[in-house]
């Protein structure tokens, strides 16, 4: 078992900047890897980011390319995503999950989920 919790949300200005943490516990975390997906309202979950174990090895949503950075401290058990010059469109519930080691993108490839963190950004 894998247990996640995700802080950093809130209320941002468009062309501001978020740091969004995953705190994970239970089996050993470099053992997996580690997404961000989102929700907006009335919309499905979609896939943001994801680093493999190592966190050498990352990918990206073509909407938050460029913009958002996924990063994880194995020692600290933490993913990260930092996210800059956010747009409304970012608005959404940001969920962190982990899934067994490679570069997983599809939703069902991810076994533990977090409960979300709400990030709202205002134009």
């Known amino acids: 078992q894998v247990q996640l919790v995700e802080s950093g949300g809130g209320l941002v200005q468009a062309g501001g900047s978020l740091r969004l943490s995953c705190a994970a516990s239970?089996?050993?975390?470099?053992?997996?890897?580690m997404g961000w997906f989102r929700q907006a309202p009335g919309k499905e979950r979609e896939f943001v980011a994801t680093a493999n174990g190592s966190g050498r090895s990352t990918y990206y949503a073509d909407s938050v390319k460029g913009r958002f950075t996924i990063s994880r401290d194995n020692a600290k058990n933490t993913v990260y995503l930092q996210m800059n010059s956010l747009k409304p469109d970012d608005t959404a519930v940001y969920y962190c999950?982990?899934?067994?080691?490679?570069?997983?993108?599809?939703?069902?490839?991810?076994?533990?989920w977090g409960q979300g963190t709400q990030v709202t950004v205002s134009s």
């Open positions: 239970g089996r050993k975390f470099s053992n997996y890897a």
């Open positions: 999950a982990a899934a067994p080691p490679g570069i997983p993108t599809r939703e069902y490839e991810y076994g533990y």
